[in-house]
């Protein structure tokens, strides 16, 4: 039954979290999904449903931005190799010359006598982002490539 009270309740519970900039929404689930979600998120360590659920809204809409191509991305590109395999190092390096405006940085680890692993940050346009990705993981040598966007984008700096 809604009274005057739990009407006054409730615009002070909307004041505040308007002011803590949250809102709070109520979720109807089947105990069973929710009991496998609550599993899931167990295992990755998440502490509470609400940041778990934030993080998949937050995912689902990145996927969003990634398939526009002209939405402005940022990510990394994983490349796996074996350095002495043909001219894999040459043709790496040619690629991301080529490309150098869409590089920020990149890292290279030994990680044994063979295999190189190469991190490459990338950002642009979600289309040149793929293109870039696709040409440097498809170099022959390469034993796993991938590419990984994630949500933020350069020049948008919210930390304080
Ligand atoms: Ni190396």
């Not at 040619?94 to 295999?115: K, P």
């Amino acid at each position: 039954m809604r009274t005057t009270e739990n009407v006054l309740a409730e615009h002070a519970t909307i004041r505040t979290n308007y002011m803590d900039k949250v809102t709070r929404i109520g979720v109807s689930i089947e105990p069973e999904l929710l009991k496998e979600f609550d599993d899931l998120i167990g295992k990755k360590g998440y502490s509470a449903r609400s940041e778990a659920l934030r993080d998949l809204i937050r995912n689902a809409l990145a996927e969003e931005t990634w398939r526009i191509d002209t939405s402005d991305v940022v990510g990394t590109v994983n490349l796996l190799y074996e350095h002495e395999k043909g001219n894999v190092r040459e043709r790496l390096m040619e690629i991301q010359h080529l490309h150098h405006s869409q590089i920020s940085s990149s890292m290279h680890v030994h990680l044994n006598a063979e295999q190189c692993l190469e991190v490459l940050v990338v950002s642009g346009k979600a289309g040149d982002v793929k293109r870039l990705s696709n040409e440097l993981c498809s170099v022959r040598g390469i034993l796993q490539g991938k590419l990984t966007m994630t949500a933020g984008s350069i020049g948008s700096h919210l930390h304080e």
